[in-house]
C-alpha cells in the first residue's frame, strides 16, 4: 500500500485569463498484491474525499473526476529455461 496526500493552496490573486481556485486536500493510495512470479494486480483509488477542485486556474479550465478505482493486471513472460 502507498498512500499519497496532495494539498493545495487557492490561488487568490489570479492574473490574465486567470480565476481564483480554493485549496483542496486530495487522497489517493495504490494497493499492490504480485499474485505469483508472473502476475501482479494493482488496484489505485483516486479522489478518496471525492473533492471538487481545479488543476489550473486558467478560466478556460474543467473541474478535474471525482472519485474514482482502477484496477489492472498484469503478466510478465518468463524466457523458459536457458539454452545450452
Not at 1 to 19: F, N, Q, V, Y
Not at 62 to 78: C, E, L, M
Amino acid at each position: 500500500m502507498e498512500p499519497k496526500i496532495t494539498l493545495a493552496a487557492a490561488k487568490t490573486d489570479p492574473g490574465p485569463l486567470e480565476i481564483e481556485t480554493d485549496k483542496y486536500i486530495l487522497l489517493e493510495t495504490i494497493f499492490c498484491y504480485k499474485l505469483n512470479s508472473n502476475i501482479t494486480l494493482l488496484a489505485l483509488a483516486q479522489n478518496m474525499l471525492n473533492r471538487t477542485y481545479r488543476l489550473s486556474a486558467d478560466e478556460q479550465g474543467v473541474d478535474a473526476p471525482g472519485r474514482g478505482i482502477v484496477f489492472k493486471v498484469s503478466y510478465s513472460f518468463g524466457m523458459g529455461s536457458n539454452p545450452v
